[in-house]
C-alpha cells in the first residue's frame, strides 16, 4: 500500500514538471475542502460546470477499468480553475463504481498548493485504497496516461488556453431584441440571457468583453434546423437554417444540459430565442463541421447572468 501511495507521489511530480505550463495558482486547504465536496449529477453528460468560485472542466470520456473481480471502475478528470481568472488550481478525479453507485472525489493539487494540502491528498490516496480496492492502481494509470504523453491524454495539453470564444461577426442578442456584433458589444451593455429556472428571457449586463488574439483560432460550425421542423426529409427549402460558429470548447447549452461546441452531435437539441412571441424554442443540430475556418481574434461575454445569445442560441461564458 505504501509502495503504491510512493508511485503515485513520483508520478504526480512527474506529471507537473514535464507538462505544458498553463498560468496557475496554488490551491488553498479550504478550497481543498469545498472542492471533495463537489457533487457531480450526470458524470458523462456535465462536462462543464461552474460551482461557486471553480470552472470544473471535461474534455475528454472517462477512462474504465474491469478488474478479476467483474467489478467496473471509471475515473472522469476534470481540470479545476479558478472561475475569476480562469487560473488553473489543479484536478479532479472523480472516481466511481457504477454498479453500486459509489464515487470518490481526489483533488490532484499543481506545485504551487499549500504544504498542508499535499498532506491531505495523500491521506485521501490511502483512504481510497482503503475503502475501494484498485483506486489507487486506478489513480496512478490516469496519472501516467493524461499528463506523460500517453495515448488517452495526447494532444490535452495543446488546448487553445481556455479561450472559449467566437469570431468577430457573431451577433449578439441585445436586450431590445436587435443583434450587434460581438466586436461591437461594449461594457455596460445590455444584453438577452436565458433564465433557466423560469426558462424565460431576461436582461443582463456586460461586465467585460474578452479578446483573444495573435494566433490562429480554429471554428467549429454547427447548422441548426427548428426542432419542429423535418428538415431531413423536406422536399422544399421552407423551414430556417442557423449557423453558430465557436472554438470548440466554448459551452452551450443543450436541451440535455450544457456541453461543448466541439461535442456537438447531430440531433442534439438547443435553445434559440423568438424575438417575435419572446420565447425560447428547441433547434437541433443538422450537421456540423470541425476546423470549418481559422480567424485571428475571437471574443467572449462575461455578464450578470452567466449566459448570452449567439445568433440568437444560448450559450454560456467560458
Known amino acids: ?11 504526480c511530480s512527474t506529471i507537473f514538471a514535464n507538462a505544458q505550463e498553463a498560468e496557475k495558482v496554488g490551491i488553498k486547504n479550504t478550497e481543498y475542502e469545498v472542492l471533495k465536496k463537489v457533487s457531480i449529477k450526470n458524470l458523462d453528460k456535465d462536462t462543464y460546470i461552474k460551482e461557486g468560485a471553480f470552472v470544473l472542466d471535461n474534455s475528454n470520456p472517462p477512462y474504465v477499468f474491469k478488474f478479476s473481480d467483474g467489478k467496473e471502475r471509471r475515473i472522469y478528470l476534470y481540470k479545476v480553475l479558478e472561475a475569476a481568472g480562469m487560473k488553473e488550481l489543479g484536478s479532479l478525479m472523480v472516481f466511481t463504481t457504477p454498479k453500486d453507485g459509489k464515487k470518490i472525489n481526489l483533488i490532484v493539487p499543481n506545485p504551487l498548493a499549500e504544504k498542508e494540502v499535499w498532506g491531505k491528498y495523500i491521506d485521501d490516496l ?23 504523453g500517453g495515448a488517452s491524454g495526447s494532444g490535452h495539453g495543446d488546448e487553445d488556453k481556455y479561450e472559449y470564444c467566437f469570431p468577430a461577426s457573431a451577433n449578439v442578442t441585445m436586450a431590445d431584441g436587435s443583434a450587434k456584433a460581438i466586436d461591437q458589444v461594449q461594457v455596460g451593455d445590455q444584453v438577452m440571457a436565458y433564465n433557466a429556472k423560469t426558462k424565460m428571457a431576461e436582461k443582463t449586463i456586460v461586465d467585460k468583453v474578452q479578446v483573444h488574439e495573435n494566433k490562429q483560432f480554429p471554428l467549429v460550425k454547427a447548422l441548426l434546423v427548428s426542432a419542429t421542423d423535418d428538415a431531413y426529409a423536406s422536399t422544399n427549402n421552407d423551414f430556417q437554417l442557423v449557423e453558430l460558429e465557436a472554438t470548440a470548447n466554448h459551452p452551450v447549452m443543450t436541451t440535455a444540459g450544457t456541453t461543448k461546441m466541439g461535442n456537438l452531435k447531430v440531433g442534439e437539441q438547443v435553445l434559440m430565442y423568438n424575438t417575435d412571441n419572446k420565447s425560447f424554442t428547441n433547434y437541433k443540430v443538422f450537421a456540423t463541421k470541425a476546423d470549418f475556418r481559422k480567424v485571428e481574434k475571437v471574443y467572449n461575454l462575461l455578464t450578470t447572468k452567466d449566459n448570452y445569445l449567439i445568433n440568437s442560441i444560448v450559450v454560456l461564458e467560458k
Open 1 to 11: 500500500m505504501k509502495k503504491i501511495v510512493l508511485i503515485i507521489g513520483l508520478v
Open 126 to 148: 490511502k483512504d481510497g485504497e482503503k475503502a475501494i480496492m484498485g483506486f489507487s492502481s486506478c489513480v496512478a494509470f490516469v496519472l501516467a496516461k493524461e499528463f506523460t
